[in-house]
């Protein structure tokens, strides 16, 4: 019971989550003394052998009465269905300056990379108000991402990728925990987030071994895996330019139209056969199993650094 009442309140969505809870928590107990408040009142007033008068209904219950009070709850109900489902939605998706996180899950470790390349194992500093956005990707069974101290827990699932971000506002170390049942060692999949000031946590990044950016992982990538025989500029054979594409609307050969994101690039490489650009012929090999997570991180990372159109909105 301590524990619950002792979960630090450490990041933005973490103060939004508590107010939705204690609204809740104070309409519910006035709802339920209200209703046990008549239910007894009624049940002594109106006891057998009472003196209290019966019959017809006192005149303040008429059909306008009945209306104004089913609206009214209705109303209720529907602003806190918008409430909280506007909090859990605003937990999707990360606001356009967000410092980038990726995070690979697997039985039983959490690998975390920063932007520059730095590379941790159940470790994650961040700076301290500023929002943190994570690309997550699992490399085996599914698990979530959970930190109590900021009420978020994303599902990382393995074969795509899923996003959750977060914005701390208290210095100190939390709790990080696998909230999915992954196998054996699933209760010790735990790790730490480490909130750091700005300074501190620029001097700490600057400390990292210099690992490759992702970017450049990428582009080593894209050579080593034939990806630069069709993709390059350069290149004779009639395929996809990939220069500006993340992030762009692709227009396909079905007609239907989609966003050039983390999942589409991901699919590309996987199923080439699924989204065909409209003008070019299905001649794509997939890449499932010649491929990992990692790899697939890494291509994505390089396709982006190759020109956006628009940030992540
Ligand atoms: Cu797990």
């Not at 987030?193 to 450049?216: F, K």
């Not at 050039?260 to 690039?265: E, K, L, Q, T, V």
């Not at 990372?301 to 992540?312: D, K, N, T, Y």
Request: with cysteine; charged share 20%; aromatic share 10%.
């Amino acid at each position: 019971m301590n524990a619950i009442f002792a979960l630090p309140e450490a990041s933005t969505q973490a103060v939004r989550v508590d107010g939705i809870l204690a609204a809740l928590v104070i309409v519910s107990a006035l709802t339920l003394a209200l209703v046990f408040g008549l239910l007894v009142s009624f049940a002594i007033r109106y006891r057998r052998g009472s003196k209290a008068k019966r019959g017809r209904l006192p005149e303040i219950v008429n059909r306008e009465f009945e209306v104004g009070w089913t609206a009214a709850t209705f109303f209720l109900f529907a602003f806190l269905f918008w409430w909280a489902a506007s909090a859990d939605v605003g937990a999707l998706t990360a606001p356009a300056n967000a410092l980038e996180v990726h995070v690979l899950a697997k039985q039983w470790m959490w690998k975390t990379q920063h932007a520059n390349g730095a590379r941790e194992i159940d470790e994650l500093h961040v700076p301290v108000g500023r929002p943190v956005r994570l690309v997550m990707t699992s490399q085996d069974v599914i698990h979530s991402f959970f930190v109590p101290a900021f009420r978020i827990k994303q599902d990382v699932l393995p074969g795509r990728n899923t996003e959750t971000w977060f914005q701390a506002t208290k210095l100190g170390v939390f709790h990080l925990l696998c909230a999915e049942y992954c196998g054996t060692n699933h209760s010790a999949m735990r790790g730490r987030i480490t909130v750091m000031r700005e300074e501190d946590y620029a001097r700490w990044l600057s400390a990292q071994p210099e690992g490759d950016d992702l970017a450049h992982v990428g582009a080593k990538l894209f050579v080593s895996q034939g990806c630069s025989g069709c993709h390059a500029s350069s290149s004779a054979v009639h395929a996809p330019k990939l220069e500006g594409l993340y992030g762009r609307t692709v227009q396909l050969s079905d007609g239907r139209q989609v966003r050039a994101d983390d999942a589409y690039i991901r699919d590309s490489m996987l199923q080439p056969k699924r989204d065909i650009v409209a003008g070019f012929d299905p001649i794509m090999p997939s890449f499932a199993g010649l491929l990992d997570d990692g790899d697939i991180q890494s291509l994505t990372a390089f396709i982006r650094s190759l020109g956006q159109e628009h940030g992540h909105d």
